[in-house]
């Protein structure tokens, strides 16, 4: 039989398969199958298990492509069954299954005895994903042994192997976990001996499981019983088990999570009515900004009810206790609702304790000063929850280190009354200037508070990044909406602030003479990021701003270190999930542009300009600025009364481009260079200045290449400079410099030279250098490289030799 079709409805959508027999003595059968559809699998197993299962949803069906291929080897009577599988996306109740295939052989007899094995690429369900997976069993129904493996997540694996009994007489049925090795982010654990788990119709029965660190300090252990129905008589314990551990296993992101946990919890009573008990402490903990030193509790549960007290700790003193009663359904049952319609009781109480413990448990904020009092409790439902108390805040102040500013003078007050939480009024100075919060927080319930709260600022510096942004502003600011995911709205004015952008002529991706480089500030990623990783929280990432408003004052400017322009006019700022948007155009009324060439300057006014921004995440503007120079050629015939020189500002803050023209009159680049240096034309400069004037528009084409190199062809460099060589000096060439971060605080260069004489070449060699930085005043500089000068080495110099030279020197600066 070459091929069987399936016609029965509803089956099979599409599929293929064939049928083969030979007989030499006991006969072979062999089955081929492919399905594109498994919607046949889906008719068996909704057959099987009943009409439960046959009014499943559509996205319950089981899904996929499949290809089977089974042998039946042997008599009739004593046929022996082989066969494998492989399948594509396969879907069914949650579970995602992109690729996998599988064998199985089965050996009829006396005792009858099957051999398994399945390899899984990916499996997914819901966030939870494993991979690399791989599993086996060998063995009779009552009687074989296993063995599974597979990565848990990104930073989780599992190695595990053991044996499995049934008795046919009880229908106990045991498996003993032989080995078991769990890959965490904080090394390797293993069980400590083998661990037996039994199980029945109604009950799993853990003997004794432990799992210890390969490093010595760390321990998980559980045992007890934990039935369908009947009493449960459950524990578990851990002994400094890393909190990164925790989220590896539970998929969870790791990042900012650090510290240990000891814990021990009981559980008793039944499934329906559990009773627990046990007692933790976190270990110089770490989750995102909040950090707790050293906090412990304890937790009682029982008649659905859950009582519990945590406290935290600094330098050996309470600094805060919490005690709360609530009333909750924490049945190992489903159940309806978990949190219970009965009185509910918080208190909170914390005298004079010193705002230094901010520092200790958040980096959000460091350099606290200030005391602060609270007597908090909250008591009703959850429904309808009863606020009662306050919290002083006294002469405090804080640094917040994301946005380079500190506030100081902070005091104020929260009283909390019914079901709101008031904020009388809470003033702190920044600068020169001042701000103030007032208004309220409503709780609709206890898990959802609802903000109503005003801003209102005067001359208040909101942040200052260095190399990037400065601002100081005044006006009334609204936010409103759930606490995550509320709305800032209002306007307001920037009565003074500083935006920087790159230099147009020394375009060096990274100045390594910047203190902020070594500081690690980079200006580029902040602007990406909008704001800085230590500021990241799920409030700020929640908020939402909608047109704030924003009109530049009289001390408005657009700096570089060539250039001074004042910007007037207004923007309009949102917030669409995490990308910040600014959308409007700034005018350019005055300022200056210093044009630098070499140890001439010259000084452009600027006429007219804008920036622009279209509302695009990455916060960047175009530009469009025109400055003016006026130039007195030297008395000579032909030679015009004055010239204009127009600098236009052209390309976008991250990449600024500069070219020069002559009002009404054609010039070119380095005519208008001529002039600007020494009042000629190029024609009538002599032979050394002419040299300059082609050294000095050699530098400019030597900027526009780094520019493009670096910018538009994105190659992974962290500095890069062409330096073209001084035309004045024979025996100058040209050298290619190129830089990379290899550290916090330390930047590798290397560089080559080139001399353009008749044997064109690279000549003396590599050269590098190495520079570390201890502080932002001070740095060192070490270097090994050749001597710089093209007569060395030169055949027609008689010289063959190439001496390197070794230095090594320390820097101190201050920038004022």
């Known amino acids: 039989m070459d091929s069987l079709r399936l016609q029965q409805p509803g089956l099979l959508t599409r599929g293929r398969g064939s049928l083969g027999w030979q007989r030499p003595d006991h006969g072979t059968l062999t089955f081929d199958f492919n399905a594109d559809s498994l919607s046949v699998l889906d008719s068996l197993v909704t057959w099987f298990a009943g009409p439960s299962v046959a009014t499943a949803s559509s996205e319950d069906k089981l899904k996929g492509s499949a290809q089977v291929r089974a042998t039946l080897d042997g008599a009739l009577d004593s046929l022996s069954v082989g066969g494998d599988a492989r399948v594509v996306d396969l879907r069914w109740r949650g579970w995602r299954l992109p690729k996998g295939e599988g064998t199985i052989a089965f050996q009829p007899g006396p005792v009858p005895r099957f051999d398994v094995a399945a ?16 599993a086996r069993a060998r063995g009779t129904r009552d009687s074989l042994t296993w063995f599974a493996r597979s990565r848990v997540g990104d930073l989780g694996a599992f190695l595990a192997g053991g044996r499995y009994a ?19 982010p904080s090394g390797v654990w293993f069980l400590e001996r083998p661990a037996a788990l039994a199980f029945g119709d109604s009950v799993l029965h853990v003997d004794s499981a432990a799992l210890k660190s390969s490093a010595g300090a760390g321990r998980l252990a559980l045992s007890g019983d934990l039935p369908s129905r009947g009493p449960i008589n459950a524990r578990v314990s851990l002994d400094s088990f890393p909190l990164t551990g925790i989220y590896a296993l539970l998929q969870s992101d790791t990042l900012g999570v650090a510290g240990a946990v000891t814990a021990t919890v009981a559980a008793l009573g039944t499934r329906a009515n559990p009773v627990y008990s046990g007692s933790f402490a976190f270990s110089n903990a770490s989750f995102g900004s909040f950090r707790a030193p050293f906090m412990d509790g304890i937790i009682d549960y029982r008649n659905r009810r859950l009582n519990g007290e945590v406290h935290l700790w600094r330098a050996g003193q309470q600094v805060l206790n919490v005690a709360a009663h609530l009333p909750l359904d924490l049945a190992l049952v489903p159940v309806a609702q978990r949190q219970l319609p009965d009185t509910l009781s918080v208190q909170a109480r914390a005298d004079s304790v010193d705002l230094g413990v901010l520092a200790a448990v958040t980096t959000t904020v460091r350099q606290v000063e200030g005391v602060f009092s609270a007597d908090l409790g909250i008591g009703g439902t959850w429904e309808a929850p009863r606020l009662r108390g306050g919290l002083e805040i006294g002469h405090a102040a804080a640094t917040i280190p994301a ?8 005091n104020g007050g929260l009283s909390l009354r019914g079901d709101t939480i008031r904020v009388d009024s809470i003033t702190a100075t920044s600068g020169e200037g001042h701000a103030e919060l007032t208004g309220y927080m409503r709780l609709e319930r206890l898990t959802k508070p609802v903000l109503a709260l005003n801003i209102a600022t005067s001359e208040f510096k909101a942040l200052d990044l260095r190399g990037y942004l400065a601002l100081t502003a005044s006006g009334r600011l609204a936010l409103t909406g759930p606490v995550f995911g509320a709305t800032l709205t209002g306007r307001g004015t920037v009565t003074s602030g500083v935006l920087h952008f790159a230099d147009l002529v020394n375009k060096r991706v990274v100045n390594l003479d910047e203190p902020w480089v070594q500081d690690l500030i980079d200006t580029s990623l902040i602007r990406t990021q909008r704001l800085g990783p230590e500021f990241q929280s799920l409030f700020f990432d929640s908020l939402q701003v909608r047109n704030l408003q924003l009109t530049m004052g009289e001390d408005v400017w657009l700096r570089s270190n060539e250039a001074n322009i004042q910007l007037s006019g207004s923007v309009t700022v949102n917030k669409v999930k995490s990308n910040y948007l600014l959308s409007g155009t700034l005018q350019a009324p005055r300022g200056t542009y210093r044009l630098i060439i070499g140890p001439v300057t010259r000084e452009f006014v600027v006429q007219r300009g804008t920036v622009q921004y279209f509302g695009t995440p990455d916060l960047d503007a175009a530009l469009d600025i025109e400055a003016n120079h006026v130039v007195h050629p030297l008395p000579g015939p032909g030679q015009p009364p004055e010239i204009t020189v127009i600098a236009h500002i052209g390309g976008t803050l991250r990449l ?41 528009a050699a530098s400019l084409l030597a900027g526009e290449l780094e520019r493009t190199v670096v910018s538009d062809l994105g190659v992974p460099l962290d500095y890069f400079e062409i330096r073209p060589g001084d035309p004045m000096n024979p025996f100058s060439g040209a050298q290619l410099a190129a830089g990379w971060a290899i550290g916090a605080k330390t930047f590798l260069v290397l560089n080559a030279g080139f001399c353009p004489r008749k044997q064109t070449r690279f000549t003396n060699g590599l050269g590098a250098t190495l520079q570390f930085r201890f502080s932002p005043e001070w740095r060192t500089e070490a270097s090994f490289e050749p001597i710089r000068n093209c007569g060395v080495g030169d055949p027609d110099l008689n010289t063959t030799t190439v001496p390197r030279q070794v230095g090594f020197d320390v820097f101190w600066e201050r920038r004022y």
């Open 119 to 134: 390899n899984i690429d990916s499996l997914g369900y819901g966030r939870f994903g494993f991979g690399a997976a791989a």
């Open 166 to 184: 049934r008795s046919s007489g009880t229908g106990t049925q045991q498996a003993v976990v032989d080995s078991l090795a769990v890959l965490l």
């Open 403 to 410: 946005l380079n500013v500190r506030y100081t003078n902070l």
């Open 656 to 696: 600024p481009r500069l070219t020069l023209q002559a009002e009404h009159a054609e010039y070119s680049q380095a005519e208008l260079i001529a002039y600007l240096l020494t009042g000629r034309p190029s024609v009538d400069l002599s032979g050394g200045q002419s040299a300059y004037v082609r050294g000095v």
